[in-house]
């Protein structure tokens, strides 16, 4: 008798545990019925599939920029026919007129001298340093007369130029202008002229 009364409340239990699942599965759809929208009740969107070659995609001439997809790629390494590399801007500005202008604000700029100072330059050359105007073969001859002829008459240099002083850039011609070609000569000044005359004089005493 009591395993009869055991049995039958287990049976019972069962039942009403299938009940209770019945009763919430049917009480959730109806939840979802009236709170949830009609588009979210509808089944999920499948997952797009790899891009498919069309004609529209066939007669683009931006088609072959797509990604394509890998039972698409071959191993075929012939090059194709045609003018290679391909130019890929040639259908991109097929259509698109280039000589129309720009509209592009104006910008203004001032060139600024530089403040740029050095100590007197006894053995330049400008013409050969600052503008590039050279002699060829005879410009090793050309210098080398320059350099010696500026080491006899440094006295007379060193009376313009004091060694001391400061010189800038200005009054020479910018880079990169079209510069003729002139003659630098070394102005005439009385007092150089006499520091120089005193120097020789004195060497010439000097010297045995």
């Not at 088609?63 to 130019?87: C, E, F, V, W, Y």
């Not at 006899?152 to 009376?159: C, S």
Request: hydrophobic content about 40%; glycine content about 6%.
């Amino acid at each position: 008798m009591r395993s009869l009364t055991l049995g039958f409340s287990v049976m019972m239990g069962v039942l009403s545990l299938v009940a209770a699942q019945t009763t919430a599965q049917e009480s959730s759809s109806t939840l979802d019925e009236i709170f949830l929208p009609a588009k979210s009740r509808q089944a999920p969107a499948r997952m797009p599939g790899p891009p498919q070659a069309s004609q529209s995609n066939a007669r683009d001439p931006l088609a072959h920029d797509a990604l394509k997809p890998i039972d698409q790629a071959r191993i075929n390494i012939r090059p194709s026919a045609g003018i290679l590399p391909a130019d890929p801007a040639a259908p991109r500005f097929r259509n698109t007129d280039l000589t129309s202008e720009r509209v592009w604000p104006e910008s203004l700029f001032m060139w600024e001298p530089p403040g740029l100072k050095h100590r007197p330059l006894y053995f330049e050359e400008p013409n050969l340093e600052r503008y590039g105007y050279h002699h060829g073969v005879l410009q090793p001859v050309v210098s080398g007369a320059h350099f010696y002829s500026r080491v006899i008459a440094l006295p007379y240099l060193m009376t313009l130029d004091r060694p001391y002083h400061s010189q800038y850039a200005l009054g020479h011609y910018r880079p990169g202008s079209v510069v003729p070609y002139h003659k630098h000569r070394i102005p005439f000044d009385a007092k150089a002229a006499l520091v120089q005359a005193g120097v020789v004089t004195g060497l010439i005493f000097a010297l045995p």
